[in-house]
């Protein structure tokens, strides 16, 4: 079966996980780092197990990957990447901004995405080669010039560059109309995609995350690369996703920050 083919089950999947978190959202959360984590065990574990079981019926012969923090992609053969809920904290809290991410993986890139976010009624799609799709709908980048650009970005769980990543803040504060977090990175890196987000930018490793909004970026005709222009792989310690209008003044931005990685 081909990824175009394979698209509307593992929209399907997606939509059934979003509405099994909905429905088991935890009606208190404690005040602790222990309870916090515990009560979201009770919706992650179960509905990342509904995941893996529904996605390997539909494809027995691709393989999972376990980790949702330092996730490492194979060069060969397929893997599925997934998060059953991305937004933890925003989920947690009660607020609308999290969603479904399902990524297939052939050869080392992404070539399948779908995220589903339920309470943004947001469905973002792409299949290699195909575009990009928000609510069935083919989507582009925006065509601004980095002086009007909203910028967005955020922190992987590990950051080994938290002093970059705030200098970098502070530049792109410096040209561009707006700098928002607007919730998963993954949702941000695609709405990238569809124009409503300018430019997302990031340090660190965050694999899991990047994945399934850099082919939607990607699709939706956005350049994708590291902070140095290189394109973006799942290796990676850096991540731009930007309309190609501004993105060559995204990275003259931040690469003026090359000097200060142990300064800043």
Known sequence: MGYRELLPQVIGIARQVGAYVQEHRPA???ASV????????????????????RLGALRPQSAWSPDEIGTVVADHGETWVCDAVDGAVQFLQGLPHWGVTITLIAGGEPVLAVLWAPQLDALYTAV??????LNGRRVRTSAKRLSAALACTSQP???LEPERAGASLTAMLRHTLAVRNLGPTALQVAQVGSG???VFWEYGHDANNLLSGSLIAREGGALVTDADGDPWTPASSTFVAAAPTLHSDVLNVLNVLRGHRGSC
């Open 157 to 159: 769980p590990y950051n």
């Open 34 to 53: 222990a309870s916090v984590m515990e009560a979201f065990g009770t919706v992650d574990g179960p509905a990342g197990e509904l995941l893996r079981e």
């Open 28 to 30: 208190a959360v404690g």
């Open 128 to 133: 290699k080669g195909g575009g990009a799709h």
């Open 196 to 198: 409503h987000v300018d």
